[in-house]
């Protein structure tokens, strides 16, 4: 796939964006666990957040292919501030735009993809994330209203001063032909009654996004936010988390760029015995490697978005995109931080960050383990 | 009001830059070309001046084919045209000569209300645009502001000086060259990257302008490059010594410096 003029302009811009703003500062609100407000602001203005939302709700009207190209180059600068345009768009704003409601859309939809609000959504729980369909969480029918009961893990954006909502999927009854329990997904306003959020995780990486648990105790919402139809929650939401892997291998591509940036750089200044590391062998082929994954996965997240824009099934190159960059980045951070010594273990150092932010690439938006199973289901067996 | 605003594609500032030792003009092909950001804060007083009222907003540029680039940043910024003077002839112009070009290039958009430019190119640092091409359309030039408001049919300017700030006034038509401290230039967004490529450019060749040949690049210019060398290597640097008044000789020289 090559880049259209319109994407390769945006990458630029992006790539200039994260290389002027976010480098500059990033390390900072990292090592204070603190969101970075005025980036996330610049960005909306910047549109990024409304790529693929259509213009009559404030979007760009662009494709998922250039929010995917936006988080290539953010990714490649820092990862807390790429996962939350990531998460902001690929579950705060899509399942609003794939399934919401008219009125929905007009609703939330215009400051979401202004990046002035920020939605989340709640599938993982306590006991169980890939495995979506034990949601213990429910929603009961009640004069009018949904009430929610239960709780949610790690939802990203979902504490932030500028949240605006969660969608949350839930236990809505049982299908009266199979006898199935049926999940369905619904909207809940930040501020709800009912709905706690709790403090911020102490994360391993990711510092500068936000992440929490949250609670939900007799908190009602309107009928009417239900996302989508009834008891399609749980495939509604797997069928929007294809196009997710993809944003999450371009993310993860960026983060394996930005360690090749940063050791080719490093190799050509550090001296060590009387010559720049980057003139030994050891040294050049370790970034050797790193280029080559890197490249590599690009190829394969390139491929998947080209069969996603061309409407072609496309899950199984997602997996394999996800699967490969999220190895590369995690490969990346590691030889890049050998490559840095003992600075590469300092916390102020972008390669440092990428070290502890990788980790979880190879675990969110489904585990590897999971794209291995998706990868052999579509194989046959 | 009709705002016409120049830019300019320079070699990016980052890159190693380099005459070429055949004519001695500027090597454009051994770096990475980009809109001087100088230049995009000039576009973006423009869009304020026209989000804050009724404005039309052209681009203007001399430069070869792929100055295209940088004309396309300006118009994604959301600006409305671009007039893009494009010809072999102008190649090696100094900046008298590529002023009479723009000044001409000037005149074919129409009752033009003001001219914005950048107050010094990273590339040539002549910082003398402005004024030539005020002189050149008998319009003042308001140069290196800081500050400006334009409103019934005046323009209002602050420049910054290391004795102090000027305020400046001036009529319209005028011509105004703004200052690194005058705003902080937008991100094009995604939206104004594809409407840009449907907004017109008209490309013009000094033939169009009514210039001959004779008149512009290096045939037409009062200034040429003899000669040139590298920068020499940065030398040590000057040491100071403390003898406990350390920090009163670091002032002394940071004040010799006009950096404090």
Not at chain 2, 25 to 43: G, P
Not at chain 2, 179 to 189: A, D, F, L, W
């Amino acid at each position: 796939m090559q880049l259209s003029t319109e994407h390769e302009e945006l990458r630029r811009t992006v790539e200039d964006f994260a290389q002027k703003e976010v480098a500059p500062v990033i390390g900072d609100f990292y090592i204070r666990e603190e969101f970075p407000y005025d980036l996330v602001a610049t960005m909306g203005e910047m549109g990024l957040f409304g790529l693929p939302v259509p213009e009559e709700y404030g979007g760009m009207g662009g494709d998922y292919v250039a929010l995917c190209v936006a988080l290539e180059e953010l990714g490649r600068v820092d990862q807390s501030v790429a996962i939350t345009l990531e998460a902001g768009v690929s579950l705060g704003i899509m399942p609003l735009v794939r399934f919401g409601s008219d009125e929905q859309k007009q609703r939330w939809l215009p400051d979401l993809a202004a990046g002035k609000a920020l939605g989340g959504f709640g599938l993982t729980e306590a006991g169980g994330g890939s495995d979506a369909g034990a949601t213990r969480t429910t929603a009961k029918q009640d004069d009018g209203d949904w009430v929610i009961n239960g709780s949610k893990a790690f939802i990203t954006n979902s504490g932030t001063r500028i949240t605006s909502h969660v969608t949350v999927t839930a236990v809505t009854g049982r299908d009266e032909a199979s006898g199935k329990r049926e999940i369905s997904a619904i909207l809940v306003p930040s501020g709800t009654e009912g709905f706690t959020v709790a403090p911020s995780y102490s994360k391993v990486g990711w510092n500068a996004s936000d992440t929490h648990e949250l609670a939900f105790s007799d908190c009602r919402v309107p009928e009417e936010n239900l996302v989508g139809q009834r008891g399609k929650g749980y495939g509604q939401f797997l069928s929007i988390l294809d196009e997710g892997r993809v944003a999450i291998a371009a993310l993860s591509v960026g983060a394996a760029q930005g360690c090749v940036d940063e050791s080719v750089r490093y190799a050509r200044e550090r001296q060590a015995f009387g010559a720049a590391i980057g003139t030994y062998q050891s040294i050049q082929f370790k970034i050797a490697e790193m280029e080559t994954r890197t490249v590599a996965a690009r190829l394969a997240w390139h491929d998947a978005a080209e069969k996603m824009a061309a409407g072609k099934p496309f899950t199984k190159e997602a997996s394999i995109a996800k699967l490969l960059s999220s190895n590369a980045a995690m490969d990346n951070a590691r030889d890049a931080t050998q490559i840095f010594g003992g600075y590469g273990f300092m916390n102020e150092y972008p390669v440092a960050r990428h070290y502890r932010d990788s980790k979880i690439l190879e675990i969110g938006e489904g585990t590897s383990e999971v794209q291995k199973m998706l990868i052999a289901k579509r194989l046959g067996l | 009001m009709n705002i016409v605003v120049l830019i300019k594609q320079v070699p990016d500032t980052w890159s190693e830059r380099k005459l070429s030792d055949g004519d001695k003009t500027l090597d454009r092909a051994s770096s990475d070309a980009v809109l001087d950001e100088i230049n995009e804060r000039a576009v973006e007083e423009a869009l304020k001046i026209k989000e804050a009222g009724d404005a039309e907003v052209t681009i203007l540029t001399a430069g070869p084919d792929r100055a295209t680039d940088a004309i396309r940043k300006a118009l994604s910024m959301g600006a409305d045209k671009a007039v893009h003077v494009n010809d072999e002839a102008i190649h090696g112009s100094d900046a008298i000569a590529t002023a009479k070009v723009l000044a001409k290039a000037i005149g074919t958009v129409g009752d033009v209300d003001l001219v914005l430019a950048g107050n010094e190119a990273t590339d040539g640092r002549s910082g003398a645009m402005a004024g030539m091409l005020g002189e050149l359309l008998g319009w003042p030039s308001l140069t290196h502001a800081n500050e400006l408001t334009v409103e019934n049919g005046t323009a209002k300017a602050k420049r910054e000086t290391d004795e102090g700030t000027s305020d400046l006034e001036a009529s319209l038509p005028a011509v105004v060259s703004v200052g690194e401290k005058i705003n902080e230039p937008r991100y094009p967004s995604f939206k104004g990257i594809m409407a840009a490529k449907k907004k017109p450019v008209t490309t013009l060749g000094i033939a169009d302008l009514g210039l001959d040949a004779s008149e512009v690049g290096l045939a037409g210019s009062l200034v040429q490059v003899d000669s040139f060398a590298p920068r020499p290597p940065k030398s040590g640097g000057q040491k100071v010594e403390d003898e406990g008044d350390g920090g009163a000789k670091i002032a002394e020289y940071l004040v010799g410096q006009k950096l404090i």
